[in-house]
């Protein structure tokens, strides 16, 4: 419950949101047109600064290959796989994000850090590498210099790490639906480390994301990624939405796949079983097959 706000004398003073007199307290402005339009410009100015170069992107590639053919080549049947996850491997980076990467094995056992380990650091461009055996997920982080003896950016290396990719995989997901949730994640992003809320000891920037996520389905931005291979997301699919949170047996139920959320049956205190199928022959206003978006 406390809110880290700074003060002009680079103070971080810890404030609780219960106690109104801690805060200051004021109404939204009424936006005029051309301030929504100024608004607009600074957020794509802000967006675009994450955007990876054409270069910087290159780097990455190169690395990666560099990675993958050493770690080939020295490990005996290693036959493994390199591949990006977090805000490099859905887009949200900048040329000094940092690298994060899993090493994933075509063969019967997981790839051993150790021995990857003992590949980068004699891989020329990877300096400071480091093991850290004993973190909560142990990973390999080094510096990556290009040949002209500049430090591009810092690396991660993990090994089978399927729960990162399929966390990058979600969000990109989402990313794909909307333009506005990439604007949105980004800015929040900036936001939360100017104000040193997002970090390891708190909330992380993967559980930040799904809070904005979760804010964006709340605002019928986006639909939640769980029921979309069930139901038509039109404006009947949001009326369910609502009525369904208000049961969490509902929820349980259409999230672990005994039922859909056409046929669920909703807890109404007017009708306990009323069931709210959707319009036959309706077109929807929106639908998601595979991952194209239709009337998006």
């Known amino acids: 419950r406390l809110i880290k ?7 971080i003073k810890y404030l609780d949101p219960l106690r109104v007199n801690n805060l200051s307290l004021t109404s939204m402005p009424k936006w005029s047109a051309s301030m929504l339009q100024y608004l607009e410009g600074r957020i794509n100015n802000v967006c675009a600064l994450y955007t990876p170069s054409n270069a910087n992107s290159n780097d990455v ?3 990666v290959y560099r990675i993958k053919t050493a770690v080939n080549s020295k490990i005996p049947n290693a036959n493994v796989n390199i591949k990006l996850y977090g805000s490099r491997g859905y887009g949200l980076c900048n040329d000094s994000s940092d690298v994060d990467m899993v090493i994933t094995s075509g063969g019967n056992s997981a790839i051993s850090l150790e021995s990857v380990f003992n590949v980068l650091r004699r891989l020329p461009g990877c ?8 973190a909560h997920s142990p990973i390999i982080r080094f510096k990556y210099f290009n040949r002209q003896n500049q430090f591009l950016f810092e690396c991660d290396v993990s090994s089978e790490n399927r729960l990162g990719l399929e966390k990058t995989q979600l969000i990109s997901q989402y990313l794909k639906f909307d333009p506005r949730v990439a604007k949105v994640l980004t800015m929040v992003k900036v936001w939360s480390k100017k104000r040193q809320i997002a970090d390891s000891n708190t909330l992380n920037s993967y559980g930040l994301t799904m809070m904005v996520i979760a804010f964006l389905i ?5 639909p939640p990624l769980q029921l979309i291979n069930s139901a038509y997301v039109d404006r009947t699919f949001w009326s369910l939405h ?9 929820v349980n139920a259409v999230y672990t796949g005994k039922t859909v959320i056409r046929k ?10 009323v069931v ?5 022959g309706a077109q929807p206003d929106y639908f998601y097959k ?5 009337n998006w």
């Open 127 to 134: 300096r400071s590498v480091v093991h850290l055996k004993h």
């Open 242 to 250: 609502d009525y369904l949170l208000l049961s969490s047996e509902s």
């Open 218 to 222: 709340s605002r019928k931005v986006v």
């Open 61 to 63: 590639s190169n690395l």
């Open 5 to 11: 706000k700074h003060h002009r004398s680079e103070q």
């Open 276 to 280: 709210f199928p959707f319009l036959a």
């Open 290 to 294: 595979g991952t194209d978006v239709y």
């Open 264 to 273: 669920v049956t909703v807890p109404l205190s007017m009708d306990w079983g």
